[in-house]
């Protein structure tokens, strides 16, 4: 399995769910699971998919700029960084963005996030 493929096909399933049922995340993540967003901590897939779902937007577009990844540790993980654009309907601008996911594995060629890191670049 080619860990770039894996984090590629991972980024383009993530950010289409996102974009167009945010709901739909919560399969991504368990209970173990954490989200930094714009510094503010969340645990638990309850309370990320909370978090996702209440963002004071309804329609979003991701532009993915860049994936990089490497493996993490003995236990088949990997981190993935993006960076890229995200359009809000209500937005004029594309607002930059970087994005750290930590993916570890449930199964052959199956992953949940253990670790996602969000923050807005401004500048």
Request: hydrophobic fraction near 40%; aromatic fraction near 12%; glycine fraction near 12%.
């Given at each position: 399995?080619?860990?770039?493929?894996?984090?590629?096909?991972?980024?383009?399933?993530?950010?289409?769910?996102?974009?167009?049922?945010?709901?739909?995340?919560?399969?991504?993540?368990?209970?173990?699971?954490?989200?930094?967003?714009?510094?503010?901590?969340?645990?638990?897939?309850?309370?990320i998919t909370g978090k996702l779902t209440s963002l004071p937007f309804t329609a979003c577009?991701?532009?993915?700029?860049?994936?990089?990844?490497?493996?993490?540790?003995?236990?088949?993980?990997?981190?993935?960084?993006?960076?890229?654009?995200?359009?809000?309907?209500?937005?004029?601008?594309?607002?930059?963005?970087?994005?750290?996911?930590?993916?570890?594995?449930?199964?052959?060629?199956?992953?949940?996030?253990?670790?996602?890191?969000?923050?807005?670049?401004?500048?």
């Open positions: 399995m080619d860990p770039d493929s894996v984090a590629k096909a991972f980024v383009d399933h993530y950010y289409t769910t996102f974009d167009t049922n945010r709901a739909a995340l919560v399969g991504l993540y368990q209970e173990g699971s954490m989200l930094t967003f714009e510094g503010t901590k969340f645990m638990g897939a309850a309370a577009k991701h532009q993915v700029t860049t994936v990089d990844c490497q493996p993490s540790g003995p236990g088949g993980g990997m981190l993935v960084f993006v960076s890229g654009a995200l359009q809000v309907a209500e937005g004029e601008h594309p607002l930059k963005f970087s994005q750290m996911f930590h993916l570890m594995p449930v199964g052959p060629g199956n992953f949940y996030v253990q670790n996602d890191m969000f923050r807005l670049n401004y500048g």
